[in-house]
C-alpha cells in the first residue's frame, strides 16, 4: 500500500484546509485509515481515524473542527479542517492499518506541512 499526501500550507488563524492521501496497491486489505501529526519537539499524536465500516475516531483537540471522509472509489481519504489554530501547526501524514497486521500503522505517507499563523 503506498500513500501519498497533499494539500498542506499557509492559512491564518480561522481558516480551513482540507488534506488528500491517495492509496495505491493492496487498498482492499486496509481496514483503518488516519491523519497523524507531528509537531517540532512534539511526539506524533493521531488525529482521526476512520474504520472500514465508517466508525470515527477524532482526538479531543480537533474534535467539532476537523472531519475525517473518504471517498471509496477514489480510494482517498480527506481531513477537512476547519477554524484552524496556530496549534495545529505540524506534519500532517496519512497512515494506514492493514487486515494483515491489524493493530500495526504499518503504512505512512510522506507527509504536508500545515502552518497556521496568528
Known amino acids: 500500500v503506498q500513500l501519498v499526501e497533499s494539500g498542506g500550507g499557509l492559512v491564518q488563524a480561522g481558516g480551513s484546509l482540507r488534506l488528500s492521501c491517495a492509496a495505491s496497491?493492496?487498498?482492499?486489505?486496509?481496514?483503518?485509515t488516519g491523519w497523524y501529526r507531528q509537531a517540532p519537539g512534539k511526539e506524533r499524536e493521531l488525529v482521526a481515524a476512520?474504520?472500514?465500516?465508517?466508525?470515527?475516531y477524532y482526538a479531543d483537540s480537533v474534535r467539532g473542527r476537523f472531519t475525517i471522509s473518504r471517498d471509496n472509489a477514489k480510494n482517498t481519504l480527506y481531513l477537512q479542517m476547519n477554524s484552524l489554530k496556530p496549534e495545529d501547526t505540524a506534519m500532517y501524514y496519512c497512515?494506514?492499518?492493514?487486515?494483515?497486521?491489524?493493530?500495526?500503522?504499518?503504512?505512512w505517507g510522506q507527509g504536508t506541512q500545515v502552518t497556521v499563523s496568528s
Open positions: 496497491g493492496s487498498t482492499f486489505s486496509i481496514n483503518v
Open positions: 476512520i474504520s472500514r465500516g465508517g466508525s470515527t
Open positions: 497512515a494506514a492499518r492493514s487486515d494483515y497486521e491489524p493493530s500495526l500503522w504499518g503504512y
